[in-house]
């Protein structure tokens, strides 16, 4: 079994083993979501607040096992096996991160839950942007377009210039950090607005190398 394999699992069972623990110390409506300003404003049942995170974390574990196994392009994964198991670690650290602080929130500590989200986010933007360009050609992990797909150029062109900016606003979510009380009212939008227009400048992208390579020929 690799060794990131093995880190997934205790990290699962770890996550779970903290939930099991502070079960009986969990209020029965527990905090589940928070506002920008860090105030609670979503509940859920003690059973679901316990254990939810741990289970989604379990069920995205299994379905990044299997995708390469059902991938059309599955020989590819064997290019970027390492980067890929890397990146399904951080998100597990990402989640139980997110699941241990949120524990520890409804023991009753007083702390900005969303504030104290904002680093491990932006560090796994900067990952994500680190990992982008070193993913070769696939159905599931990647800026999946029409065009993308059918071109490994214009693939490696789209995830060269998408891990650059994806570094960037990892950057810059942790810039916003520095003016977080002066920007709270329009924070979600702040962090929300980069990715929307992320996505859409990358689409119209990858159609410009396809319109390069075919019409414009």
């Given at each position: 079994?690799?060794?990131?394999?093995?880190a997934?699992?205790?990290?699962?069972?770890l996550?779970?083993?903290l939930s099991i623990?502070?079960?009986?110390q969990?209020?029965?409506?527990m905090?589940?979501?928070?506002?920008?300003r860090?105030?609670?404003?979503g509940?859920?049942?003690?059973f679901?607040g316990s254990?939810?995170m741990?289970?989604?974390?379990?069920?995205?574990v299994?379905?990044?096992?299997?995708?390469?196994k059902?991938?059309?392009l599955?020989k590819?994964?064997?290019?970027?096996k390492?980067y890929?198991n890397?990146?399904?670690?951080?998100?597990?650290?990402?989640?139980?991160?997110?699941?241990?602080?949120?524990i520890?929130?409804?023991?009753?500590?007083?702390f900005n839950m969303s504030y104290?989200i904002?680093?491990?986010?932006?560090?796994l933007?900067?990952f994500?942007?680190?990992?982008?360009?070193r993913?070769k050609?696939?159905?599931?992990?990647?800026?999946?377009?029409?065009?993308?797909?059918?071109s490994?150029?214009?693939w490696?062109k789209?995830?060269?210039?998408?891990g650059?900016?994806?570094m960037?606003?990892g950057?810059?979510?942790?810039?916003m950090?520095?003016?977080y009380?002066?920007v709270?009212?329009?924070?979600?939008?702040?962090?929300?607005?980069?990715?929307?227009?992320?996505?859409?400048?990358l689409f119209?992208?990858?159609?410009?190398?396809y319109?390069?390579?075919?019409?414009?020929?």
């Amino acid at each position: 079994m690799e060794k990131t394999t093995i880190a997934m699992i205790l990290l699962i069972l770890l996550a779970f083993s903290l939930s099991i623990y502070f079960y009986p110390q969990m209020p029965e409506e527990m905090a589940s979501h928070w506002n920008a300003r860090g105030e609670v404003n979503g509940y859920m049942p003690k059973f679901w607040g316990s254990f939810l995170m741990p289970l989604i974390t379990l069920g995205l574990v299994g379905m990044f096992l299997v995708l390469p196994k059902i991938d059309p392009l599955k020989k590819n994964y064997s290019l970027f096996k390492n980067y890929y198991n890397g990146m399904v670690l951080v998100f597990i650290v990402f989640f139980f991160y997110i699941h241990a602080i949120s524990i520890v929130a409804n023991l009753g500590f007083a702390f900005n839950m969303s504030y104290l989200i904002l680093p491990p986010m932006a560090l796994l933007f900067l990952f994500i942007g680190y990992i982008l360009p070193r993913c070769k050609r696939n159905w599931f992990v990647g800026i999946k377009t029409p065009w993308t797909l059918s071109s490994d150029n214009i693939w490696n062109k789209t995830h060269k210039l998408g891990g650059k900016l994806f570094m960037i606003y990892g950057a810059f979510i942790l810039a916003m950090m520095l003016f977080y009380d002066t920007v709270v009212e329009y924070f979600a939008w702040i962090i929300i607005g980069p990715v929307l227009a992320l996505s859409v400048f990358l689409f119209i992208y990858s159609y410009y190398e396809y319109w390069k390579e075919t019409v414009k020929r």
